[in-house]
């Protein structure tokens, strides 16, 4: 995708780059198959360090130093919930914490003032959200698209010497 990218719009490149993938998978950690396991490894883990590593290049190829990598996470990166088919869910989230923590700190030792944020949510409504919850549908009263946007909005609006990794939760 970046090569198609930068071929694509030569010259240009990603500035602000959002990860707001996501997937969840009922994979207790006694009983699930290594597949699903991997899945959701392949998609929070590998697929978020590798867009990110993709962007950091084309921000430094193109001596941009005020770019901003946000991460949407959930506040699963953060606890551990009481639910076996979500443990694993939980641990991938807790690397998108520990990875945004790992990125803001290489990006300050490399003197750059590039930004990586994470931003975790609560509940958002989406397929996801309803499909994980689908044994009990009340609960799964959430935080609508919109307010994720006006999130990052705020989070873009920062200040440039405001470098934060964790920025207060939004819950529903």
Known sequence: ????????FQ????????NNAGLALPAPLLTSKTSGWRTMMDVHVIGLSVCT???YQSMKERKVD???????????????????????????????TALTEGLRQELR???????ATVRSVSLVETELTYRLLSQNPKKAACLQAAEIANAVVYVLSAPPHVQKSRVTPIEY
């Open 11 to 18: 010259h240009q490149g990603i500035d602000v780059y959002i």
């Open 53 to 55: 590593r993709e962007t």
């Open 1 to 8: 995708i970046f090569a198609w990218f930068a071929n694509t």
């Open 109 to 115: 030792e490399a003197k750059t003032h590039i930004r």
């Open 66 to 96: 005020d770019g901003h990598i946000i991460n949407i996470n959930g506040m699963c990166g953060h606890r551990v919930l009481h639910n076996a088919d979500v443990h694993f869910y939980n641990a991938t989230k807790y690397a998108v």
